[in-house]
């Protein structure tokens, strides 16, 4: 590689019984090409399908830097991988590496480059949030991505409110995870887009196997897992190659290993030629209407409004719901404690609802008459509890 690739930095470590420990591979393309692009950096692993096991290692731009095999994912291999990055690009201004919450890449992050900005992907961090409190992430899902891509403090203020009503622990755990690894707003330096590990995430999808049927079909081995694809027919068992109409991960890998163009395999509606024949004729501004050369018999032309029709049926007093409005759940119980619904007085935390203290305040009432028949009985006190007849005196 090194006499194909001049350049390029490739290292391979040892054993003391020499045998094969990590390898580190930065092509010199990829060298060149860092200096010309944003030097956000998304570093991750994937745990590699063969015989000798063994991880696949990335750290990645949006055009690939530098990758690797290391024996696990532990902190010596990391702090190797991280130091030959360092050896083959050095250190760049704004640099930032973005990883999952990895004990190993954090601790050898902290060695190698201890004054680099160290962010959390915040899709993996949102699955410790799953994990962490279930009965929360349905509410919380579309409130934590807006905050993460919050641009003013307002709107992150106010997204954040909205965490603390649902559950005030997941407020105190992204604190603790601190604002600066996942929020946009607290970044210490501009991570662009760049806000989860999808870049290495889409090249561990790459580490299939493809065993070929017929020249058209296959069968691609995914996680433990067999997908069928039809190259013919378009058709993967996944379903995402026929519905979206965009070669999925496992026609991908048929594709790579055919040598294959995907562009072949996908709808003409996402390729660039259909985009600009669709911007193909521009649309000019109207000019000022003091500027309006109106024709004669246009200005003379009369044009009256529509005779105004009463519109079939009843008006409507309420309006339409939109379509998250109707997905609601309904009839959903409420505490008898608190009010609230989503739980009952047995797992309730919060603090009890006000009374009307007229419901539960027993009063007496005592009416006295020189005499009266009461049912028969000649008294002169009738005595009320609460509404209810509890006492009659007799009249001597």
């Known amino acids: 590689m090194d006499n ?27 060298i060149r090409g860092f200096d010309h692009c ?27 830097v530098a990758y690797g095999v290391i024996d696990s994912e532990n902190d010596a291999a990391w702090t190797w991988f991280f130091e030959q990055f360092k050896i083959a ?34 899709w993996h961090l949102w699955n410790n949030v799953y994990k962490k409190f279930k009965k929360s992430h349905a509410k919380l899902s579309e409130i934590y991505f807006s ?32 604002y600066e690894n ?16 999808n870049i290495a995430e889409s090249i561990n999808a790459t580490l299939v ?32 190659f026929q519905i979206d109409e965009l070669p999925c991960p496992h026609v991908w890998a048929v594709l790579k290993s055919k040598f294959l163009m995907p562009e072949e395999y996908c709808s003409s509606y996402y390729k660039p030629s259909t985009i600009v024949m669709t911007y193909d004729v521009p649309v000019y501004p109207l000019p000022d209407k003091n500027d309006w050369n109106i024709p004669e018999h246009v200005a003379e032309e009369v044009v009256l409004p529509p005779k105004w029709k009463r519109p079939p049926g009843r008006p409507k007093k309420k309006r339409d719901k939109n379509l998250s409005e109707l997905l609601l759940p309904k009839n959903q119980h409420s505490c008898s404690i608190c009010g609230q619904g989503g739980h009952n007085k047995r797992t309730c935390r919060n603090a009890p609802r006000e009374y009307n203290m007229l419901n539960i305040v027993e009063y007496r009432l005592i009416i ?5 028949d009461f049912g028969g009985i000649q008294c002169n006190t009738v005595e009320y509890r609460s509404g209810q007849l509890v006492e009659i005196v007799e009249f001597n």
Not at 4 to 30: C, D, Q
Not at 107 to 121: E, G, I, N
Not at 182 to 191: E, F, H, I, K, S
């Open 4 to 30: 194909t690739y001049p350049g390029s930095h490739i290292r391979m470590e040892k054993s003391s019984k020499n045998e094969f420990m990590y390898v580190y591979i930065s092509l010199y393309a990829f």
């Open 38 to 64: 944003r030097p956000i950096v998304v570093v991750d692993g994937s745990h590699l399908k063969s015989y000798y096991n063994g991880t696949f290692v990335s750290a990645s731009t949006l055009d690939g």
């Open 89 to 122: 690009y050095g250190v760049r201004e704004n640099m930032c590496i973005v990883s999952d919450r990895n004990e190993s890449i954090i601790k050898s992050v902290s060695r190698v480059y201890p004054d680099l900005p160290h962010c959390a992907c915040i």
């Open 147 to 178: 905050m993460a891509k919050a641009y003013t403090q307002t709107e992150f203020d106010s997204l954040m409110e909205k965490v603390e009503k649902v559950d005030i622990r997941v407020k105190e755990y992204l604190e603790l995870a601190g």
């Open 182 to 197: 996942w929020a946009t707003l607290y970044a210490p330096v501009n991570r662009g887009w760049t806000m989860t590990s």
């Open 209 to 240: 196997s493809v065993v070929p049927s017929t020249e058209y079909l296959h069968t691609v081995n995914d996680g433990g897992r067999n997908y069928t694809v039809c190259l013919l027919e378009r058709k993967c068992i996944c379903g995402r």
């Open 368 to 372: 006295q008459f020189n005499s009266i």
